[in-house]
RNA sequence: GUCCCGGUAGCUCAGCAGGAUAGAGCACUUGAUUCCUAAUCAAGAGGCCACAAGUUCGAAUCUUGUUCGGGACACCA
């Protein structure tokens, strides 16, 4: 819609606008304040300019009014435009706000290290990613969602170690000197408990079985992952091993190396990252030779730019900022546009219950499980909350709040809108198919108005993609469960004269807020 | 000390590629149900947009400084 509005306002002006909704749709529909930078160039007052540039559009068909108020020019688009792009999208329901698109772009979110389940920080990032995805795709980009994992390195061999001693202690009965660090937590103990039927108590007697307990322990966290991220509405198209990715160690470290950016010192390898921004150069191989955290970055970053996509969107946890410049700085010594990653923190989520905070930590095993949030308020609300507000904020939330479920919880709000279209649809024993081709005419302001919001879903959909801020999204699709219950109130909808259009401007309010839900992850309901 | 994020209504947050009287939800007050679900709606009240300077015809929005809060500054991930 706004497309073809741009550019029929584009036909006439000649010239480059910006193009905004007023704050009050009595102004119009859309509106532009082009005439005050034309002020400066043409010498003339902007409410002068807009009235001569209102005249232009006295012929224009998809405008029924094009008026000029204080130096604006405002656009009131016309029923038959309206109507046309309702009764397609209702006859085209599964293609409604869909575009065509060539770009390929790989999303890697969540990718938490797999050494316990998934915690309420995670999943901020993975439900963020995850509409993101189903966003582009809605928009044609060929996106691949992809989780990298963690499994090797000291994390893992911390959760072996965890294991072994938990064992050793739940199972054998023994003392245990614990140390300073190592995973805490319940399931720790369950892991043991399970390993001792899996394998055999005596697992626990020999500290060479901690590597074994290591990777088994890993592969059980990982199905934990999965099933946590299931249980919101979340799959990842590949899980990509960090392990696996180490044989192309060399290959990768060759190219650093022909671009000199790469020195030894003190029997370590160093990336120079400081030449592109870091503060300091980084250790990438050990001086036992072990390669860093970052050697495996930098091989997969490597393995990425290799498939070729046309972008690349990280989400990390904010705490990981200060892994940015080194990892982009390592991209560019590969070789590649670095500046094709994009990467968006997810900040920190803080938990309240009954009004205390909630201290996260994963370490010590003291920290909220998203699977039992999830069981609390249901994988909906759970959603919704990270979708309401925008990556970069700190969000600070009641889980007692959220496991209200009354009409505080938005989500519940737009669903009923979305029901109640559906119960008049059945009181009014009519389908879709029935008033999808009837002329709309006539209409009053108000249906106008909520006609036409229902119509926004397609430019809102585009720009929380582009912008990425997922809240914008969801912060539409309350205002339009708004102006529906609004309208129901003041209209009388079965049995009066205006049913069958009323009908169809519902079902297209009802199309919108079932898809704009849709790619939340969240289902429609039809009934309360 | 350096870097990142934030400071907008009592609370949680939108708005920020500069633009018309600063918005929503919750909470609070008042009202609406012989009629499609009152799980709703309407009305009211509530604001030095952290502070200061600058740029501009115009700043919550851009720049700089200050301040407060959160986070990060590993050869851990």
Redesign the pocket.
């Known amino acids: 819609m706004k497309k073809k509005i741009t550019s029929n306002i584009k036909k006439e002006l000649e010239r480059e606008f910006?193009l905004?909704k007023?704050?009050?749709l009595s102004?119009?529909h859309y509106?532009t304040?082009v005439a005050?930078?034309l002020?400066?160039e043409l010498r003339k007052s902007p409410i002068i300019i807009a009235e001569e540039l209102a005249k232009k559009f006295a012929k224009n068909e998809i405008f029924e009014e094009v008026n000029a108020?204080?130096?604006?020019l405002?656009f009131k688009l016309s029923e038959t435009f309206l109507d046309e792009y309702t009764t397609w999208a209702l006859k085209n329901q599964d293609d409604y706000a869909k575009e065509k698109n060539d770009k390929s772009i790989l999303l890697e979110f969540v990718s938490a290290?797999p050494t316990g389940p998934l915690h309420i920080g995670h999943a901020r990032g993975a439900v963020i990613g995850d509409t993101l995805c189903r966003l582009g795709r809605h928009l044609g980009y060929r996106v691949d969602s992809e989780y990298y994992v963690?499994d090797?390195?000291?994390?893992i061999d911390l959760l072996g170690l965890s294991i072994f001693l938990a064992g050793q202690e739940n199972v054998l009965k023994q003392k245990v000197d614990w140390p300073d660090e190592y995973y805490r937590g319940e399931y720790i103990v369950d892991l043991a408990h399970k390993a001792s039927e899996d394998f055999d108590k005596n697992i626990f007697s020999d500290k060479e079985n901690i590597k074994i307990l290591s990777d088994w322990g890993k592969d059980m966290m990982l199905q934990l992952i999965e099933k946590n991220l299931k249980d919101i509405g979340i799959t990842f198209d590949k899980y990509v091993s960090?392990k696996s990715l180490y044989n192309k160690w060399d290959e990768s470290f060759e190219k650093l190396q022909k671009n000199d950016k790469t020195y030894k010192k003190?029997e370590?390898t160093w990336i120079r990252s400081s030449d592109f921004g870091d503060?300091k150069d980084?250790?990438v191989v050990?001086?036992d030779g072990?390669a860093?955290?970052?050697a495996?970055d930098i091989i997969y970053h490597d393995n990425k730019y290799q498939r070729g996509f046309d972008r690349y969107i990280n989400i990390w946890g904010?705490?990981?900022?200060?892994?940015i410049a080194r990892v982009k700085a390592a991209i560019n010594f590969l070789g590649y546009d670095e500046s094709r990653l994009e990467i968006i923190?997810a900040?920190?989520v803080?938990l309240l219950k009954g009004g205390e905070p909630y201290k996260m930590s994963k370490r010590s095993g003291n920290f909220i499980l998203m699977s039992d949030v999830t069981q609390e308020i249901g994988k909906d609300a759970l959603r919704f909350v990270f979708l309401?507000?925008?990556a970069?904020?700190?969000?600070?939330?009641d889980v007692d709040m959220l496991k209200k479920?009354?009409?505080?919880n938005?989500i519940?709000?737009i669903n009923?809108a979305h029901?109640?279209v559906n119960?008049?649809f059945?009181?009014?024993g009519k389908k879709i198919k029935d008033v999808k081709d009837v002329k709309l005419e006539n209409l009053n302001e108000n249906a106008k108005n909520l006609l036409f919001n229902a119509l926004l879903l397609p430019e809102v959909i585009e720009d929380t993609f582009n912008s990425r801020?997922v809240?914008?999204l969801s912060?539409y699709l309350?205002?339009l469960?708004?102006n529906l219950?609004?309208f129901?109130?003041?209209?009388?909808?079965?049995?009066?004269e205006n049913e069958q259009v009323y009908l169809k401007i519902f079902a297209m309010v009802a199309l919108s807020i079932r898809t704009g839900l849709g790619l939340m992850g969240i289902e429609a309901k039809d009934?309360?």
Not at 69 to 72: C, D, I, Q, R
Not at 318 to 323: R, S
Not at 488 to 496: A, D, I, K, L, T
């Open positions: 910006i905004e007023p704050k009050d102004f119009g509106a304040p005050f930078s002020a400066k108020t204080k130096g604006y405002n290290n963690n090797a390195g000291n994390q960090e003190d370590k503060e980084r250790v050990r001086d072990r860093t955290y970052l495996g904010a705490d990981h900022h200060g892994y923190l900040q920190m803080s309401s507000k925008k970069d904020t700190h969000l600070e939330f479920q009354d009409s505080t938005p519940f709000y009923y029901a109640r119960q008049i059945e009181k009014s801020q809240q914008r912060d309350i205002l469960a708004s219950h609004k129901y109130n003041e209209n009388r909808v079965v049995g009066s009934k309360m």
